[in-house]
Each structure stands twice: as structure tokens, then as C-alpha cells.
């Protein structure tokens, strides 16, 4: 069975850090791709990063170019997502996603056939 647990998210004052996880059971990260997507009440969901499977090419979404950076665990069983100078249109829940491919490319676009419950990040001061 496969699961997708986030954690790490919470309520935190603008330019404050979080280091949001994704403990992946059931599935290898080197044949999955694993993507963070956000969802702000009101909004359409937006994939923000993501690690290709094999060979952890990374990709950015312009609104958090320089200020995210996602990354794998040694034991490649975890992602993280960290998230710097939090702004308060980063308020959203962030949901970790995994899709099957072998590409050293990656991109949010695709399937993605696993998804986490997701975690709540909030920014206000």
C-alpha cells in the first residue's frame, strides 16, 4: 500500500522558515518523481517543486524560485521541501505527490497517481 504522509506545516510570521516532509512508504524514489503542490482557499492548485526519481534534477515554480529548495533523504524514503522568507501569499495547504517516471527531467505537469493528505502553512503576522 502506498502512503504519502506531509508534516511540518504551521503558522509562522512573514520571513520565517519551515522544512515541510514527505515520508513515502510503498513506492521507491528512484522510480517515482515527487512534486509539492499548494492549494490557497479560492485558488487552483499549484505545483511549486519538484525531484525527478532518479537522478534529483529539481524544478521551481517562479513564485518560489530562490526561496524553496526541495531535496531527498539519504535513504531515499523522505522529501523535504524547504521554505525560506515565507511571504503571506505562501499560505496554502502543501500536498506531496508522487508519479511514476524514469525521465531525469521533472515537472509538476503529468500524472501524479499518489497524493498526501497535505499539511496547512499559514503567514501572518
Known amino acids: 500500500q502506498v502512503q504519502l504522509v506531509e508534516s511540518g506545516g504551521g503558522w509562522v510570521q512573514p520571513g520565517a522558515s519551515l522544512r515541510l516532509s514527505c515520508a513515502a512508504s510503498g513506492i521507491s524514489l528512484n522510480d517515482y518523481r515527487i512534486g509539492w503542490f499548494r492549494q490557497a482557499p479560492g485558488k487552483e492548485r499549484e505545483g511549486v517543486a519538484c525531484?525527478?526519481?532518479?537522478?534529483?534534477?529539481?524544478y521551481y515554480a517562479d513564485s518560489v524560485k530562490g526561496r524553496f529548495t526541495i531535496s531527498k533523504d539519504n535513504a531515499e524514503t523522505t522529501v523535504y521541501l524547504q521554505v525560506n522568507s515565507l511571504k503571506p501569499e505562501d499560505t496554502a495547504v502543501y500536498y506531496c505527490?508522487?508519479?511514476?517516471?524514469?525521465?531525469?527531467?521533472?515537472?509538476?505537469?503529468?500524472?501524479?497517481?499518489?497524493w498526501g493528505q497535505g499539511t496547512q502553512v499559514t503567514v501572518s503576522s
Open positions: 505527490a508522487a508519479g511514476f517516471s524514469l525521465l531525469t527531467t521533472c515537472s509538476p505537469q503529468g500524472t501524479y497517481s499518489y
Open positions: 525531484i525527478s526519481s532518479r537522478v534529483g534534477n529539481t
